[in-house]
């Protein structure tokens, strides 16, 4: 079960007919969840092109070296997933809830598979992909009142709790085509076109205000028993009714979605001995939904009114356009000798802005070359390592060894082959 439906829950439990029939689901993807823990990166379209924003690339490969020869047809595999949870640790959070709370405003998972193939001497290449996005935001209030709940934890003063939650979730599956641009002797660019077909989607907000009071120990064994007012505001569509609105006689059929996206790449050398990757994924995407269920509901408690709560809404179905969570990730590397190299990078999207500082070293001592990476993540105090060869990787990232306390982490795992 998702925050957001959960909080929903919660926030909506004094007896409501609507509401507190069945417990809410969230459609998380049982492999998303699997995921969390250790999410990844992936690798550039073009192995002798660049490298990814966190992948250790082979220092002593040109970067542009024969950029617009392609000997050889190439196929290239990646899978990504990326977690952040800094309110609670990341299997807390889409679990129980029952670790400590900590400040934050936000959480996220998202995840990416890809599968790419450029025939020899081609400028153009060709694939599939998945991807995969679930982003929240909300105020701390709410993650407090929520959290209050979960632990059977009442409050101890009379309080206001501002109530504030936006949800985007969006599982999709295509195909792509790709195409290499030559912009100088040292710079390139990438284009893909992503063509999309939807397979879940929710999206929506909570909004409103809850206010406690305080009662004796012995009337009182959650933060539910001490709710004086609450007025809260629910918008959201979906592909599949997430609050029991089927108690209702609602439950629609799945809504069919198309939509599509373009990732971009520019790659060159600022001298003989630093790189710039900039890439972006799912720039102005946009997904069609045809039919989509949509919820809007507004609720009012007053522990002292007659009647004690009122609730009203709407439940319809409309055409909607989605827009899909973009990321940009930039890498800056700088090569000290043969074997050393420096490195800095970036990660943004919707809701959230990180870097990392980086330091490869390559193993020359065998038929295989291979680089390790050293990273960290200020921000979140997370670390990594990862390897590069020539056919693929490895690259993992975490603040911390226990998956069951980590609030960061990442994994990635890629590979290419020619021939």
């Not at 990166?41 to 002593?60: K, R, V, W």
């Not at 912009?183 to 999309?196: G, V």
């Not at 055409?319 to 074997?339: A, C, F, I, K, M």
Request: negative net charge; glycine residues 6%.
């Amino acid at each position: 079960m998702s925050f957001f439906s959960r909080a929903i829950y919660t926030f909506s439990q004094q007896d409501l007919p609507f509401f507190a029939k069945h417990k809410l689901s969230f459609i998380v993807p049982t492999t998303i969840a699997i995921m969390a823990s250790t999410s990844t990166l992936a690798q550039s379209e073009n192995s002798n092109l660049s490298s990814n924003l966190y992948s250790a690339s082979n220092p002593t490969t040109d970067l542009l070296n024969n950029q617009n020869v392609n000997e050889k047809s190439q196929v290239d595999w990646t899978v990504m997933a990326t977690a952040h949870s800094p309110a609670q640790p990341i299997a807390a959070f889409i679990g129980d809830w029952d670790a400590p709370l900590y400040s934050g405003e936000h959480a996220y998972l998202q995840g990416r598979t890809d599968l790419k193939v450029r025939p020899a001497g081609s400028v153009m290449s060709y694939g599939l992909g998945w991807r995969y996005d679930y982003l929240m935001t909300f105020s701390e209030e709410t993650a407090e009142v929520y959290w209050q709940y979960e632990n059977k934890q009442p409050s101890s003063t009379s309080q206001s709790y501002p109530l504030f939650l936006d949800a985007k979730h969006n599982e999709r599956f295509g195909a792509n085509i790709g195409f290499t641009q030559p912009l100088s002797p040292n710079w390139q660019l990438i284009t893909r076109a992503n063509i999309w077909q939807g397979l879940h989607a929710l999206e929506g907000k909570v909004s409103g205000n809850l206010t406690t009071r305080v009662l004796p120990d012995s009337e009182i064994s959650n933060i539910r028993d001490s709710v004086d007012k609450a007025d809260a505001y629910v918008d959201y569509y979906y592909d599949k009714p997430a609050l029991g609105e089927e108690n209702l006689n609602w439950n629609p059929a799945k809504p069919s979605g198309y939509g599509y996206s373009l990732d971009l790449q520019l790659a060159g050398k600022l001298s003989d001995k630093t790189q710039v990757v900039i890439s972006g994924y799912d720039i102005l995407g946009r997904m069609h939904w045809k039919d989509m269920p949509r919820t809007r509901y507004g609720l009012n408690y007053d522990v002292n009114g007659r009647p004690l709560y009122t609730i009203e809404g709407q439940l319809d179905t409309k055409d909607v356009t989605q827009t899909l969570p973009w990321q940009v990730e930039g890498s800056l590397r700088h090569q000290l000798n043969r074997q050393w190299q420096l490195g800095v990078h970036g990660q943004i999207n919707d809701i959230q802005d990180l870097y990392q500082l980086s330091a490869d070293y390559q193993l020359t001592g065998n038929n295989y070359p291979m680089t390790i990476t050293g990273l960290i993540e200020p921000q979140t105090k997370a670390l990594g390592i990862a390897l590069d060869s020539k056919y693929g990787g490895i690259k993992v990232l975490t603040d911390d060894i226990d998956a069951e306390k980590a609030k960061r982490s990442e994994i990635s795992l890629y590979g290419r082959y020619a021939w």
